[in-house]
């Protein structure tokens, strides 16, 4: 019968022993944030750029690093496959931040992933598709893998000294700093990473490019990059639009953009268009969502259906045609309106002795140079001295060799076995380590075959180390070792470019624009800025339209899906914009938000919104100070599609209000000091310069008084309505009188 708990022990399992203390509990610290973000936020970030998120000069991360050396260790540079799981599992004595990250970061190095232009792993199983979310990755348990024939060139001679070895992070087992490659690996794969404050995003090149183009660096340092690195190669193929000055600029500054457009192909007997390569920077599910999406809002009138018919083969995206479509012309809209086409933006960030930087091409791969040749100099020196230690060994044995008989005397007549090294030292003059090596032949060896053999490797160790010392002076011949390490690489691995070169663009011929839906809509625009489209017939089922709390319907205005919209904000710009591009919603939304729907700029609010349905009219601009400004409408219609014009209203003063009007129309103004002026806007001349100062429409008798407010003028609104239409500009206006309505009427 099991014993019931004292007291005692039900109360020390319960919390914390009296006698625990914890330092500064339920007290606040006052601390200068700088000194908080010293200690506390700085070693975080610091970790995370050094240790996870950006690669070094042999092209990989930590995390690669440490899975692929683990894998090295495991033998797994030949023979079978073995489950991913043990790979694993072993990869976490090295690296202990789970197996879920460790089995992600193989599946991105498997060939199976296709992630990769050169791929670092051979997979056998299911590791899922770069190319597409939906299709996944099998558990670890499930697939195989072991390291591809080009690791060969990642650990080369890695166990003669070439880089330093560093604790692991339990101080159990050795890890390489850096891998000893024997080519330029940072430039041929994409690798991208996201830091604290900065990230990196790594093109890939073609290998035979690249080592080309640094055996010329080499031979050459004025060498103009262009000339063998034509432009990126991806894994995915592709067309990459050559552009020339661009590619340029990220070989000599790191920093750029890359156009890649998706490969297709025209199956006339099934009348559709099947695309098989697609840009790095997408994946078929964008594709398919995005044609889609065009489908459904008319702006794309010849697909009849699209399919995803990825299989073992490949990707593969079916688009069905309607009859009569040209595949070719459809192929150029989709490439301008979908991620067909997109870019690769480059940012080579790379740590090279600890230190992130964004550098060139040219950079890079003379600070590979400078590591290769360190790996090259502490191989040469690795071998000297191993053939130094072998010929200092050998010299004393040839003392040995000169007087057999006595060697065999000395240990012979020696009593104690401890005394046999002491007393070859003394015999011969040999120092303690030639006379251990002496003290270890074995008897069947004293022969003159041996000895003989053994004088001819003196020689030849001499000879050995003299080519190793000169090599070791002269830049020179270190440097002829790397190309011609660089030759073997491309003889080994270059099988040829993946994606295509554009040169020339195929010219397009002008298409018709595309044509919104014209069907009616109210628009509803609310003093914080937030617009929605209603379809009128819809209307009159509609509740009370919502709002934002402490926000206002301002107008509504009764128009076509195919009206503009012009935002003129409280920058003095003005953003355009189609009706069609915002949805059909509801009186029970917000609406859209207009700053974050046109991307305004921080702090740029919405002052006045007009809806156009063709650019005739005018833009009247009335300012705090009394003048007015009758714009053109005209003046903000652009033959290119600029969402967003600068300059768009005068700044000299604040503004008052703004209206849209179509035609001619009598306004009030009115000022702080509670006069009323009655204008008709024919009185003002209009102007094309968009942002004129306008005319003095209103004179303010006192510095402090402004005007606050515009509306246009109802009839009726005052009873003596001459008392506020003066017969010439400027005029002080009228207070209003006991019979006058004197309304701020909302624009229409």
């Not at 500064?24 to 996870?52: C, D, F, H, W």
């Not at 919502?546 to 935002?567: H, T």
């Not at 009758?630 to 008052?656: C, G, H, M, Q, W």
Request: net charge neutral; aromatic share 8%.
């Amino acid at each position: 019968m099991p014993r019931r708990k004292k007291d005692s022990e039900k109360e020390s399992t319960s919390g914390l022993n009296e006698n625990v203390h914890i330092e500064n509990a339920g007290t606040v610290k006052s601390e200068v944030i700088t000194q908080t973000l010293k200690t506390n936020y700085m070693p975080y970030a610091m970790s995370v750029i050094l240790s996870r998120a950006i690669p070094e000069i042999d092209g990989l991360k930590p995390s690669h690093r440490k899975l692929l050396y683990t894998m090295y260790n495991m033998g797994l540079l030949k023979g079978q496959t073995i489950k991913s799981a043990n790979i694993v599992g072993r990869t976490m004595q090295l690296n202990p931040h789970g197996d879920a990250s460790i089995y992600e970061t193989m599946v991105r190095l498997s060939r199976g992933n296709e992630s990769l232009l050169y791929p670092y792993i051979e997979s056998k199983g299911n590791f899922g598709k770069a190319y597409s979310k939906n299709m996944m990755y099998a558990a670890s348990r499930y697939t195989e893998a072991k390291l591809a024939p080009i690791c060969n060139e990642l650990f080369s001679d890695i166990d003669k000294d070439t880089v330093d070895f560093v604790p692991n992070y339990d101080n159990t087992m050795q890890e390489p700093r850096l891998l000893p490659v024997t080519f330029p690996t940072v430039l041929c794969n994409v690798t991208t990473g996201i830091a604290v404050g900065m990230a990196s995003s790594i093109a890939s090149f073609n290998i035979r490019e690249i080592c080309e183009t640094t055996i010329a660096l080499m031979k050459n340092k004025a060498h103009v990059i262009s000339d063998t690195l034509v432009a990126p190669d991806f894994v995915g193929g592709g067309y990459v639009i050559y552009d020339r000055d661009e590619l340029e600029k990220i070989y000599e500054t790191g920093k750029g953009s890359v156009k890649v457009r998706a490969k297709y192909s025209y199956d006339k007997s099934y009348n559709c268009i099947d695309i098989t390569e697609i840009p790095p920077t997408t994946t078929s599910e964008a594709i398919i969502d995005k044609i889609v999406e065009l489908a459904k809002g008319n702006k794309v009138k010849e697909i009849s259906d699209i399919r995803d018919e990825t299989d073992l083969k490949g990707l593969k995206i079916t688009i069905d045609l309607k009859r009569g479509t040209d595949p070719d012309k459809l192929m150029q809209r989709l490439y301008k309106l979908t991620p067909l086409e997109d870019s690769f933006s480059c940012n080579f960030n790379v740590l090279i002795d600890g230190r992130p930087g964004v550098r060139g091409v040219r950079e890079l791969l003379n600070e590979w140079v400078k590591f290769r040749l360190n790996c090259i100099t502490r191989r040469l020196n690795f071998s000297l001295n191993k053939k130094r230690k072998q010929l200092h060994l050998l010299k004393g044995l040839s003392k040995i060799l000169l007087d057999i008989d006595r060697a065999i005397k000395i240990v012979r007549e020696t009593d104690n076995e401890s005394d046999v090294v002491p007393n070859l030292m003394i015999g011969f003059g040999i120092d303690e380590t030639q006379a251990e090596y002496v003290a270890e032949i074995k008897l069947r060896h004293l022969n003159r075959e041996y000895i003989l053999k053994r004088i001819q490797d003196i020689e030849n160790l001499e000879n050995d180390i003299a080519e190793l010392e000169e090599i070791l002076s002269s830049d020179k011949r270190k440097k002829k070792i790397i190309i011609s390490e660089l030759q073997d690489v491309i003889k080994k691995y270059d099988t040829g470019r993946k994606s295509e070169i554009l040169y020339e663009i195929p010219q397009e011929e002008e298409e018709a624009e595309y044509e919104a839906a014209d069907y009616p809509v109210t628009v509803f625009i609310s003093k914080e800025g937030y617009v929605k489209k209603i379809k009128t017939a819809n209307l009159r089922m509609s509740g009370e339209q919502k709002v934002k709390e402490g926000d206002v319907i301002e107008r509504n205005v009764e128009c076509s899906n195919r009206d503009e919209l012009l935002v003129f904000t409280s920058s003095h710009q003005v953003y355009k914009a189609k009706l069609d591009d915002f949805p059909d919603t509801k009186a029970s939304v917000l609406g859209d938000y207009l700053p974050s729907k046109l991307m305004m700029e921080d702090g740029e609010t919405p002052v006045y919104t007009a809806v156009l349905k063709e650019y005739k009219g005018y833009m009247i601009f009335v300012f705090e100070n009394g003048k007015l400004a009758k714009v053109d409408i005209s003046a903000y219609e652009t033959k290119t599609n600029r969402k967003k014009l600068i300059n768009a209203f005068s700044d000299k003063a604040p503004l008052a209000a703004a209206i849209y009007l179509e035609e001619d129309k009598d306004i009030v103004l009115c000022s702080q000091s509670g006069r009323h002026l009655l204008i008709n806007t024919a009185v003002v001349l209009p102007k094309s310069t968009k942002n004129t100062q306008g005319v003095q429409a209103m004179t303010l008798k006192k510095k402090s008084d402004k005007v606050i407010s515009v509306h246009l003028y109802r009839e009726g609104e005052f009873e003596k309505e001459w008392r506020f239409r003066p017969k010439n500009i400027p005029a002080a206006g009228a207070m209003l009188g006991a019979a006058d309505v004197g309304e701020q009427l909302s624009f229409e």
